[in-house]
Each structure stands twice: as C-alpha cells, then as structure tokens.
T-cell receptor
Framework: ELKVEQNPLFLSMQEGKNYTIYCNYSTTSDRLYWYRQDPGKSLESLFVLLSNGAVKQEGRLMASLDTKARLSTLHITAAVHDLSATYFCAATNAGGTSYGKLTFGQGTILTVHP | SAVISQKPSRDICQRGTSLTIQCQVDSQVTMMFWYRQQPGQSLTLIATANQGSEATYESGFVIDKFPISRPNLTFSTLTVSNMSPEDSSIYLC??????????FGPGTRLTVT
C-alpha cells in the first residue's frame, strides 16, 4: 500500500528565508505531484515530477524528485507572505491503471510572517 | 488545463438525507475521480468513475453510501446517502489529462447537521 508522508506539518517562516518541505513515499511511484491549497479553496497544481532527478521551478518554488530515495522536496526561496498556504504532495502507484489515483501526504501548513 | 465545475458549491443538510453533487468537465475525459477532504485533513480518493461501467471504489467506501453516475464523458455525479455529521467534508471531482496533470474542481463543501 502506497503511503506518503510530509514533513514538517507546520512551518512558520520569516520573509526572505529559505526552507524545504520533504515528501517521502513508501513504494515505487510513477509520478509525484505538488499542490497548493488556500483556505476554503480547491487545489492548485504546482508541479508534476515524472522521472528520477526531475527538477522544476516556478518563481520562488522548486521541486525535485529522487526516485531511488523515494523522496521529493519542495524548496522555498526568499519566502514572501503570498506563499502562505497548505502544500500537499501526492503520489500514484506505478503502472498505467493508477493514473488519477493519488495518495496524498498530510499537508504542510506554511505561514510566512514579516 | 481542464476547467471543472461542481454544483452545489456548498450545502447544509440534515442527517439522514442525501445530496447529489454534480461535476462537469470542459472536454471529454476517460476517467473522473471523486475525492473527499475531511475538515483539517488531507484528501482521500473515494472512487473512480468510468463512462459505461460501474464505478470502482477504494477501501472504506461503498456504493450504497456513495453511488456514482457517469452518463457521458464530461459529466459525473456523486451522491452522499443517508448522511451523518461524519460526512461533513469537501468533496472534489478530479480529472487526469494525458496521464500527467491531475486537475481538481472547486469542491463542494458539505455540512451535515
């Protein structure tokens, strides 16, 4: 059974600082997703990582995937208040029949303060 | 990207009643997925809906409680039956595009009193 664990679950950051959210998954996975959720809102897709060593960047966020370690990271550079949200990682089991069947981590509540 | 709409956006229901949630996608998709997000929690997959066949339910979810319809390639409904306060959650419809991107609808926020 695929399990996905994130840490930390709560992250309080100062503006301008850097930090990393970690996402570990328990079995072989085909794809790793990162989402952002604002309070009362749905999920916003940030990144999809498909292969070992994949790195994607968008603004102050950078995601990477190490399939051998079963680890993905979401790195935040020079945090700003607008990044305050809950961040989820999710993975799917390997194999074509698992498309769309995401197993989510617990979520990381990020708060950026002055 | 995919444009997904859901109705209703929110509802307050009495225990013992049922609510049907609609999901509409802007283009045809083979599979549609229903997820639940309980208050303060992460998301859990309820079932996968394929057009022309019965939905496939994940462990812990049953058809009698969450019947699903998929009449065509752009539409699906999820019914939450015989509701109890424990069913209070956000229910989200989701679709997968080209095997990679996974998009989520705006969600239906259900409160059961």
């Amino acid at each position: 059974e695929l399990k996905v664990e994130q840490n930390p679950l709560f992250l309080s950051m100062q503006e301008g600082k850097n930090y990393t959210i970690y996402c570990n998954y328990s079995t072989t996975s085909d794809r790793l997703y990162w989402y952002r959720q604002d309070p009362g809102k749905s999920l916003e897709s940030l990144f999809v990582l498909l292969s070992n060593g994949a790195v994607k960047q968008e603004g102050r966020l950078m995601a990477s995937l190490d399939t051998k370690a079963r680890l993905s990271t979401l790195h935040i550079t020079a945090a700003v208040h607008d990044l305050s949200a809950t961040y989820f990682c999710a993975a799917t089991n390997a194999g074509g029949t698992s498309y769309g069947k995401l197993t989510f981590g617990q979520g990381t509540i990020l708060t950026v303060h002055p | 990207s995919a444009v997904i709409s859901q109705k209703p956006s929110r509802d307050i229901c009495q225990r013992g009643t049922s609510l049907t949630i609609q999901c509409q996608v802007d283009s045809q998709v083979t599979m549609m997925f229903w997820y639940r997000q309980q208050p303060g929690q992460s998301l859990t997959l309820i079932a996968t809906a394929n057009q022309g066949s019965e939905a496939t339910y994940e462990s812990g979810f049953v058809i009698d409680k969450f019947p699903i319809s998929r009449p065509n390639l752009t539409f699906s409904t999820l019914t939450v039956s015989n509701m109890s306060p424990e069913d209070s959650s956000i229910y989200l419809c989701s679709v997968n595009r080209v095997g990679d991107e996974q998009y989520f609808g705006p969600g239906t926020r259900l409160t059961v009193t």
